[in-house]
């Protein structure tokens, strides 16, 4: 586990909360078809550049949340905008990246990049040496341009998730979703990503949300937490506002 002593050194700067407002959920909230709540109605905003980190335990609302922003399910109540928009569908606007790294094993590393450029919609098209230079300038921005022509069986586990997110990184996203991408990964590697990340944080500005089971691992990536218990919100705020045992006591 990532130690929290690191906090203090590690911490990402912090957006001032009068940034512009990227991401708005009003009242929003989902039942499963059996009439089982799966999130209560939800406040919440997010503003351009911020770093917040989803815990809870299983069947909190994480997964829930996450796919109502992705634009795989559809909010039966409340509003959720993004950029101003109503979102109500998958989109340009964000991009989800998942604990399974979804590379086709067939495409070189450079190909799985390309593959989303060449099928973007809403924006406009690129051309062949626009789409490669643009897997190029991403898989620099995580260190891995030397194994553009490599194959996906000839990755570790912690280059395939860089692989992933540099695929969605290249789509330009507004909002980064992160599913939990390093909980397949040793103690090591995962560390070590989570260093990358947010380095990579720190050079592209993006606004990016991360759904982890790792409380440890929230405190050190996030500059917010949204703790979610049964569908509610159980704690939110800065991060440097929450101790462990503060996140551990709202899981009993």
């Not at 905003?45 to 917040?52: P, T």
């Not at 450079?110 to 230079?133: C, P, S, Y």
């Not at 898989?139 to 280059?159: D, I, N, P, T």
Request: glycine share 8%; with cysteine.
């Amino acid at each position: 586990m990532i130690s929290t002593l690191l906090r203090s050194e590690a911490m990402p700067q912090a957006i001032p909360r009068n940034s512009e407002i990227i991401l708005e959920l009003k009242q929003v909230s989902y039942r499963y078809p059996s009439g089982k709540v799966a999130l209560e109605p939800l406040d919440l905003c997010i503003h351009r550049g911020e770093f917040l980190c989803v815990v809870g335990p299983s069947g909190s609302g994480k997964s829930t949340l996450l796919s109502l922003l992705a634009g795989f399910l559809k909010y039966q109540s409340g509003e959720l905008l993004l950029s101003g928009q109503r979102l109500t569908h998958p989109n340009m606007g964000q991009t989800l990246v998942q604990q399974e790294h979804a590379l086709f094993p067939w495409r070189t590393v450079l190909g799985n990049i390309e593959f989303g450029l060449e099928f973007v919609w809403g924006k406009k098209r690129l051309n062949k040496t626009e789409r490669k230079n643009k897997a190029l300038e991403v898989l620099r921005l995580v260190g891995l341009e030397e194994f553009a022509q490599r194959r996906v069986h000839e990755l570790s586990g912690g280059q395939r998730q860089r692989v992933s997110i540099a695929r969605a990184l290249a789509l330009d996203p507004e909002l980064l979703l992160l599913d939990e991408p390093f909980s397949a990964l040793d103690v090591s590697t995962r560390n070590k990503l989570g260093e990358e990340l947010l380095e990579l944080w720190r050079k592209t500005g993006k606004t990016i949300l991360f759904v982890t089971h790792n409380l440890d691992e929230a405190l050190h990536l996030g500059q917010q937490i949204l703790a979610l218990k049964e569908g509610k919100v159980a704690l939110e705020g800065p991060t440097e506002q929450f101790t462990l045992q503060d996140l551990q006591a709202m899981l009993e």
